[in-house]
């Protein structure tokens, strides 16, 4: 159940264009279909560096 709100919740989020910053352990906590909807993904890898990861094209 909490699968389906949180993609409902990720899909208006992107219609209404509005930013959410989710933080998580680890990318496979948030299901396929609603990382697809992320155009942009920071990854701290330690105190001192950001990694930055773009998605392609799509809009």
Same mark, same amino acid.
């Given at each position: ?21 989710i ?14 909807l992320?155009?942009?993904r920071?990854?701290? #890898? ?5 990694a930055?990861e773009?998605? #392609? #094209?799509?809009?």
């Amino acid at each position: 159940m909490f699968t389906k709100v949180f993609g409902m919740l990720t899909q208006g989020f992107r219609y209404k264009q509005i930013l959410a910053f989710i933080t998580v352990p680890d990318k496979s906590f948030i299901e396929y279909q609603n990382r697809k909807l992320v155009h942009i993904r920071f990854e701290a #890898g330690s105190t001192r560096t950001i990694a930055t990861e773009m998605s #392609g #094209g799509k809009a």
